[in-house]
């Protein structure tokens, strides 16, 4: 049985197994009634004129975008930590350029940040961290460590990337009723273009369970159930969770 399963892993890729076995929580993270609430509509103001509609409204996008500015300011240090690791341990070159597609995509992500926030009148510097948001960076720090090898480290990155652009592409897929003044923001994560780059590292992460130990293979999983489940917890800071 556990010879099969391994076979059976081999064919169709560890990922594939993973999203296979842990369905329920990938969709926890990647179909969030916060996501939901957008992709149908029911999040939009312009259907409600009250203003207190329009509060909460500007309240549960808001703290996502400004906590996420803040997570995103950990979260560049992280991936130039995998680029350390793709450099010394990686055995194929090309992961350095997709790493280093990454770090530039995110210099991008912090203005568009900034131009957001200006729009709608916050200044981030006053920002403070949510507790979840704290426990996610310091999720994030701990990979930091030069004693988390590189294939546990990768498919960290890979899984918080693929959570933003699944659910993002969600809520501009076939059907979807997206507010228009949502609509940027889903495309910056839930475009082509961030779709292939996902992709991109998708295969290394792939490629490199494949060659991984089964002492790796069970970090690298944990890895990724840690991370829904912190995924997860963002969103709901979007419901006043802290
Ligand atoms: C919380 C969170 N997860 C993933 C991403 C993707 O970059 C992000 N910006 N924020």
């Not at 169709?12 to 296979?20: A, D």
Request: charged share 25%; aromatic share 12%.
């Amino acid at each position: 049985m556990e010879q099969k399963l391994k076979e059976e892993e081999k064919k169709v890729g560890v990922i594939e197994t993973w999203l296979r076995k842990h369905t329920l929580l990938f969709k926890g993270a990647t179909r969030h009634p916060f996501i939901l609430s957008i992709r149908d509509g029911s999040i939009d103001i312009t259907s409600f004129k009250s203003w207190l509609k329009f509060a909460v409204y500007s309240c549960c996008i808001l703290v996502i975008q400004a906590q996420d500015y803040l997570f995103v300011r950990a979260f560049v240090p992280f991936v130039a930590s995998v680029l350390i690791k793709a450099w010394k341990e990686s055995d194929e070159s090309g992961d350095m350029e997709v790493i280093l597609g990454g770090v530039a995509s995110l210099e991008d992500e912090i203005s568009w940040f900034k131009r957001e926030a200006s729009k709608w009148g916050i200044s981030l510097s006053e920002v403070v961290p949510q507790q979840t948001n704290k426990k996610y960076c310091g999720l994030l720090e701990s990979l930091m460590s030069p004693d988390v090898e590189y294939t546990v480290a990768i498919t960290a990155f890979w899984v918080i990337e693929v959570v933003y652009q699944e659910s993002f592409a969600h809520c501009i897929g076939e059907g979807s009723k997206t507010p228009q003044e949502l609509k940027e923001t889903c495309e910056r994560w839930g475009s082509e273009a961030f779709a292939k780059y996902c992709q991109s590292l998708q295969n290394i992460v792939n490629r490199r369970l494949q060659k991984a130990s089964d002492e790796e293979l069970k970090k690298a999983e944990h890895t990724f159930l840690n991370v829904l489940e912190y995924e997860v917890d963002f969103w709901n800071m979007s419901r006043g969770n802290v």
